[in-house]
């Protein structure tokens, strides 16, 4: 796993400044308190794989940094990947508004948008159908039509809203979330609906 940009920055400034709170972060960056939240827990998430102690929040909103951390960033062994590769929630809802924006859909659609491989496709094509279901939402595959997702139209257009109020409070603007709507290159958001 490697680290986004946004976490990578956050990391690097907790490092070089331990005396950081969430406040002075939220301020020097411009980003909201629950991004930060989120970024930190990606960082986390990082750190725990590469078997790296992981930041500790504490009640006053500082952080408290292991010494261990320093070593890493002075030795610049903070991975960062620019194509950042969403975690298993993310790419549950970015499947649902790609079902939602596109049409003819194949496997090779959604592993070339989500950088992940047939199987882990597959295994999150389930979560979401899960998600959807007590909203009477289906996906459906044909090898004519592809992936698609079929269902009441009203509830197709609530989906649409909360995935995007979702989506936009999880990376803090939509830009990120076009790139996922728009496969093949297309500058359209071509929904579903009439």
């Given amino acids: 796993m490697y680290l986004d940009k946004r976490s990578k920055e956050i990391l690097e400034e907790l490092i070089s400044h331990p ?3 969430s406040k002075d972060i939220e301020t020097k960056t ?3 308190r629950r991004q930060i939240k989120y970024s930190v ?3 986390n998430n990082w750190l725990k794989e590469n078997n790296y102690p992981v930041l500790q ?3 006053n909103g500082k952080f408290l940094i292991h010494p ?3 070593e890493l960033y002075d030795q610049d062994q903070l991975r960062v990947v620019d194509n950042y ?3 298993e929630d993310e790419r549950v809802l970015l499947i649902l508004l790609i079902l939602l924006s596109q049409h003819d859909l194949s496997l090779v659609h959604f592993t070339q948008a989500l950088k992940v491989s047939n199987v882990t496709i597959l295994s999150d094509m389930k979560k979401a159908q899960q998600k959807i279901e007590p909203l009477r939402l289906q996906i459906v595959y044909s090898r004519t039509d592809g992936y698609q997702l079929t269902g009441d139209e009203w509830e197709l257009r609530n989906l ?3 995935l995007l109020q979702d989506l936009s409070r999880r990376y803090g603007e939509l830009a990120m979330v076009q790139d996922f709507a728009m496969l093949d290159g297309k500058k359209t958001w071509n929904f579903i609906f009439p």
Avoid: A, D, M
């Fill in 85 to 87: 590769i969403p975690s």
């Fill in 68 to 70: 261990v951390l320093g």
């Fill in 30 to 32: 411009g980003l909201s």
């Fill in 19 to 21: 005396n950081l709170s």
């Fill in 57 to 59: 929040r504490l009640k």
């Fill in 160 to 162: 649409l809203y909360y």
């Fill in 41 to 43: 827990e990606k960082i």
